[in-house]
């Protein structure tokens, strides 16, 4: 594994750290606003973090890196918006394995020689832990995983593509607040009657748990990983959200979950091992983020 691919497959695995908690501690404001109006308020609260923080200035990017930005942003939008709705209707479990198909497609896409038999490890992970032949599910509810798995594998791309062409964070500073503009459009209406300031307060830390830190180190993860190593590497998700279950919510696995852990991580070392993409390590993501930042004044 060369230190390229390690560094890349530690800020993935922190940034899905990060989503599950984010999501586990997203239960109350989800009963209390909708599972739309919570993703709302994340997003609204991500896109005005970034817009102040970095203050981005899209005049000076190409054409083509702000339109790979403003599409990010709405793929972004697309996955918190339908994967919030699947949630509402579907377990965790099945909702993520679901959405998971998004990037597993990407990896099968992308891989080459034997890069392509972890994918097929990862899928019969994903099976294992979540059990899909034990009952039925919401039709609705499948639907809004499949899209939100499709938004998925067009943010991996997309992702990839921003942080190739656009320095430190400012292409998430763009794609942000296009997602939180989509969003407004969507739930913004009918979320904003039910909004108290200890709501907001609530937002604002979720944002920065899911989707803010997530997402920036999804954003140099991709700069060190190949798109179908990130993709397979992704396959973590269900396993560490059963992880979290079990510490948070006191979710005791079975053994099927326990041997779909082990195929998920046996998935994620062998992609993140020939993962690396071609060329020189990119620079820390704390040396760009500081060089993304504007100066005093």
Known sequence: MTPSSRSGAALAVVAMVCVQLGLALSVTLIDTVGAQGAAWLRLAWAG???????????????????????????????????????????????????????PLGVAVARGRGGRAGWPLLAGAGVLLLTEPWHGGADPAGVAYALGAAVCWAAYILLTQRVGD???????????????????????????????????????????????AVPFVLELYALRRLTAAAFGTLMSLEPAIALVVGLVALRQVPGWAAVAGIACVVAAGV????????????????????????????
């Open 270 to 297: 062998g992609a993140t091992r020939q993962g690396a993409r071609p060329g020189a390590a990119p620079p820390s993501p704390a040396h760009e983020l500081a060089g993304a930042l504007p100066g005093p004044g």
């Open 48 to 102: 005005l973090l970034f817009a102040a923080v970095v203050r981005p200035r899209p005049s000076r990017f190409t054409r083509r890196a702000l339109l790979a930005c403003v599409a990010l942003g709405v793929v972004t939008a697309g996955i918190t918006m339908l994967f919030m709705a699947a949630v509402a209707r579907l377990p965790l479990g099945t909702a993520s394995a679901l959405e998971f198909l998004g």
């Open 165 to 211: 062409e656009v320095s430190g964070v400012q292409g998430l500073a763009v794609s942000m607040p296009v997602a939180a503009l989509v969003a407004t459009a969507v739930a913004g209406p009918s979320t904003f009657p039910l909004l108290t300031p200890e709501l907001l307060a609530v937002g604002l830390g979720l944002a920065v748990l899911l989707p």
